[in-house]
C-alpha cells in the first residue's frame, strides 16, 4: 500500500521556524524524486521545492530560496523526506504536501500524494 504521511505542521510566529516530514513506503520510493507543494485557501496548489531521486539536487521556488531547504534520507523500506522552513512569513500559510514522481516543478509530474499538512504563520 502506497502511503505518503506528513507531520510537522502547525501554527508559528512570523520569523520563526517549522521542519516538515513526509514518510513516504509502499514503493521504492528511493527511485522517486520527492516535492513539496502547497496550496493556500482560495488559490491554486503550487510548486515549493523538490529533490531528485539521488538526493543530489534540488529545485526551489523562487518565494521560498534562502529560506526553505527540502533533504532526503532513504531507510530500508521508506523514504523519509523534509522540509526545513525558515524565516516563515504569513504569506507561507497554506497546506503543504509530499509528492513522489519525477523530477519537475509541475504538480503533473507527481504520481502519488500525501494529505497534507497544516501551516498557519501568524504576524
Known amino acids: 500500500q502506497v502511503r505518503l504521511v506528513e507531520s510537522g505542521g502547525g501554527l508559528v510566529q512570523a520569523g520563526g521556524s517549522l521542519r516538515l516530514s513526509c514518510a513516504a513506503s509502499?514503493?521504492?520510493?528511493?527511485?522517486?524524486?520527492m516535492g513539496w507543494f502547497r496550496q493556500a485557501p482560495g488559490k491554486e496548489r503550487e510548486f515549493v521545492t523538490a529533490?531528485?531521486?539521488?538526493?543530489?539536487?534540488?529545485?526551489?521556488a523562487d518565494s521560498v530560496k534562502g529560506r526553505f531547504t527540502i533533504s532526503k534520507d532513504n531507510t530500508e523500506n521508506s523514504v523519509m523526506v523534509y522540509l526545513q522552513m525558515n524565516s516563515l512569513k504569513p504569506e507561507d500559510t497554506a497546506i503543504y504536501y509530499c509528492?513522489?514522481?519525477?523530477?519537475?516543478?509541475?504538480?503533473?509530474?507527481?504520481?502519488?500524494w500525501g494529505q497534507g499538512t497544516q501551516v498557519t504563520v501568524s504576524s
Open positions: 509528492a513522489a514522481g519525477t523530477f519537475t516543478d509541475s504538480a503533473g509530474g507527481y504520481k502519488y
Open positions: 509502499g514503493r521504492t520510493f528511493s527511485n522517486y524524486a
Open positions: 529533490i531528485d531521486w539521488t538526493g543530489n539536487n534540488t529545485l526551489s
